[in-house]
């Protein structure tokens, strides 16, 4: 009733001031009239029996086929009033795959603001005699996760600009940023991932995510070697081609692979066919980040006329360095959309380690109210098998991130229907296409979805969508997920 009663004010009070406007501005009286605001209304109580009993008989029939034999569930809330819509299995554990990346995301921007930028330092330690620096530079990692080899390239340029041309000590690298000392790889991680860039390990001083990427294309003949374009080129790994040109009617097959017994080898495999019409193009993880970023960085500065006596090594700070160059990376909303949009699990394993792990995590999910022992935290990206989550606690994720300081950054940054990120080519129908804010998730027998979905006469509905033990069954089984997820989804948009 008090709803009503509100509406009702607001439009006596809009038809009141009606002839005011009119008189402050004649030109106005010539224009089209705006059309009225949409007012979002509660959803009835009969219209959320309707919607139960739509959604059910949707999973219902699903049951016996997409979703036969799977674990799923489904948690949806109106935004702005926090009342449910629909619930099934919300407080069950579940194998979160890339939403896990709401959990770190959402922290991260909550404990460190949109404006935070993380900060790369060169500095020098020692005296300069002509142009010899007699002591060492320090190239200090600051966590960023966006650090790129053109941002080496012009600090190495910054240390030839101020005159020095040999260096007599060493280039030391400072990767000692991070709050949470890790091992290369996270518990539960599949060691056949971790040959990919989407595996690459993290560390506090990272160039280009710790991948190199590579491009197949078909040697002149069937038969003959494949041609391979590795960029960056480094010493730190060994691309070994063992691919090969086959017939126009060949299955491309190629692949890469890491042996177990040595794992700065990576070789690439497989057939590529005749006449392919496009290159294949993949990136491999690099195995040693501090070996990674101290050769890109000694080939810069040799490049640039700046020879280093003593090679590299790995060490802190000293306390009384010099600073020679600074770069600051985009803000952390930025960060934000680069991590979500995408799903990059080498900038959610980096904010993972920033913060302090999963001790952080917890600590924040308290104060969220959340309580930590209903999730298992192994990771930030969601690509361990150990890490688990209930829909309950991604949807009270998702309503924190209502709040007006962090409403408009999350939305901008998530995946959006049929636009943009891993939901571009998805719910594009006109009913969906735009209206769907989320994050997705993929592994293995794992497809969640957790988000916003906008609705026009009730507003935002706020929903996690969690999958586990589905059988990809074939071609098009995607589409056929997709499919059942868009029919609940376009249930409660097109709600009376």
């Known amino acids: 009733m008090f709803e009503y009663r509100r509406i009702g004010a607001l439009v006596l009070a809009l038809t009141l001031a009606a002839p005011i406007a009119a008189s402050a501005d004649a030109t106005a009286s010539t224009a089209a009239p705006a059309p009225p605001p949409i007012v979002s209304t509660r959803f009835s109580t009969a ?42 299995h919300p407080d069950d554990d579940f194998i979160p795959a890339s939403t896990f990346k709401l959990i770190v995301g959402s922290a991260s921007l909550d404990l460190l603001g949109a404006e935070h930028r993380f900060v790369t330092t060169l500095s020098s330690d020692g005296s300069r005699a002509g142009t010899a620096l007699r002591g060492d530079l320090i190239l200090r990692g600051g966590g960023d996760p966006t650090l790129d080899g053109k941002v080496l390239r012009e600090a190495a340029r910054a240390v030839a600009r101020s005159g020095i041309t040999r260096v007599d000590g060493a280039l030391l690298l400072d990767d000692t940023a991070f709050r949470f000392p890790s091992a290369l790889y996270r518990p539960g991680w599949a060691w056949d991932d971790l040959t990919y860039g989407y595996g690459a390990p993290t560390d506090a001083l990272s160039v280009d995510e710790n991948a190199l990427h590579i491009t197949v294309a078909p040697g002149p003949r069937p038969g003959s070697a494949v041609t391979l374009s590795v960029s960056p080129q480094t010493p730190s790994l060994q691309i070994e081609n063992h691919a090969i040109t086959g017939s126009s009617e060949a299955t491309d097959t190629i692949d890469a692979m890491r042996p177990w017994n040595d794992p700065n080898v990576v070789r690439i495999v497989g057939v590529i066919p005749q006449g392919a019409k496009a290159p294949d193009r993949f990136r491999v993880a690099v195995e040693n980040p501090q070996a990674f970023v101290g050769d890109a960085f000694l080939a810069d500065l040799e490049a640039n006329g700046v020879a280093i006596a003593a090679g590299t090594r790995t060490d802190p700070l000293p306390p009384h360095a010099t600073t020679i160059w600074e770069h ?75 709040a007006p300081q962090r409403k408009a950054i999350v939305e901008a940054a998530l995946p959006l229907s049929g ?43 706020t929903f996690a969508l969690l999958v586990n033990d589905w059988m990809d069954r074939g071609p098009g089984a995607m589409k056929r997920l997709d499919a059942v997820r868009g029919a609940i989804l376009r249930a409660i948009a097109t709600a009376p």
């Open 47 to 88: 219209t959320v029996a309707k919607l139960r009993a739509r959604i059910a008989a949707i999973l219902a029939a699903a049951r016996t086929g997409e979703l036969r034999g799977a674990h799923v569930a489904f948690l949806a809330i109106d935004a702005k009033r926090g009342t449910l819509i629909d619930a099934v």
């Open 328 to 402: 600051r990376s985009p803000p952390l909303s930025t960060i934000l959309a680069r991590m979500w949009q995408p799903s990059d699990n080498f900038i959610a394993e980096m904010l993972f380690r920033y913060l302090g792990g999963g001790r952080a995590e917890r600590a924040w999910l308290r104060r969220v109210g959340i309580d930590p022992k209903t999730l298992t935290i192994v990771d930030g990206s969601g690509l361990s098998a150990y890490d688990r989550i209930t829909p309950r606690a991604l949807v009270r994720i998702l309503q924190y991130d209502r």
């Open 419 to 461: 636009v943009r990120g891993t939901l571009k080519d998805r719910f594009r129908d006109p009913i969906l296409r735009g209206k769907i804010d989320a994050k997705t998730g993929s592994v293995n027998h794992v497809r969640t979805l957790a988000g916003y979905l906008r609705t026009e006469r009730h507003g935002t509905v």
